[in-house]
T-cell receptor, first 116, second 116 residues
């Protein structure tokens, strides 16, 4: 398996523009997570899905952020409109859990977003 | 609520020295999962190990070893005979055992610098 695939790897955009980050989880995994990493706040969970259903979006900073998982193999994180303070590395991760079986989350390589 | 504390923000050692990274966690669940991740300078998050709360057996993998102590809520990580390639930020993480939720909560990370 290729692992979790994120695109793009780098994104530079102007303030006010819409940004869409994409993620393809590992096949067979039933949970998907979006994290944001900054120097100031470390790794923050934004939202996670279980079996394509959003379970907890309490980490989403504000209404400018939205995430979807239309099927088991694809998710998007959208920021509209983007602001300079959204600049960070955004990680997508997927995992499998069933009963007591927990494989742990495997991360994509991240998208480095810069909003100027 | 779950919480992970990595009290050491940065550790600097000389190559071949051993280094131990501390991790203390808080959770109300009796079933939970603990993880360590490595983030090298290239930025990706690399899964190192997973431990279930119902299995306190310590583990060794090459130069890496982990000491899980439920009594003190700690899951410490030791690198034996450190190498320059071990230089990275190491994150400890916790996932609670709720059936509908398996989000990871990360500690703040410990930066390890191994000098030649």
């Amino acid at each position: 398996d290729a692992g979790v695939i994120q695109s793009p790897r780098h994104e530079v955009t102007e303030m006010g523009q819409e940004v869409t980050l994409r993620c393809k989880p590992i096949s067979g995994h039933n949970s998907l997570f979006w994290y944001r990493q900054t120097m100031m706040r470390g790794l923050e969970l934004l939202i996670y899905f279980n079996n394509n259903v959003p379970i907890d979006d309490s980490g989403m900073p504000e209404d400018r952020f939205s995430a979807k998982m239309p099927n088991a193999s694809f998710s998007t994180l959208k920021i509209q409109p983007s602001e300079p303070r959204d600049s960070a590395v955004y990680f997508c991760a997927s995992s499998f859990r069933q009963g007591r079986v927990e494989l742990g989350a495997f991360f994509g390589q991240g998208t480095r977003l810069t909003v100027v | 609520a779950q919480k992970v504390t990595q009290a050491q923000t940065e550790i600097s050692v000389v190559e071949k020295e051993d280094v131990t990274l501390d991790c203390v966690y808080e959770t109300r669940d009796t079933t939970y999962y603990l993880f360590w991740y490595k983030q090298p300078p290239s930025g990706e998050l690399v899964f190192l190990i997973r431990r279930n709360s119902f299995d306190e057996q310590n583990e060794i993998s090459g130069r890496y070893s982990w000491n899980f102590q439920k009594s003190t809520s700690s899951f410490n990580f030791t690198i034996t005979a450190s190498q320059v390639v071990d230089s990275a930020v190491y994150f400890c993480a916790l996932s609670e055992g709720k059936a509908a939720g398996n989000k990871l909560t990360f500690g703040g990370g410990t930066r390890v610098l191994v000098k030649p």
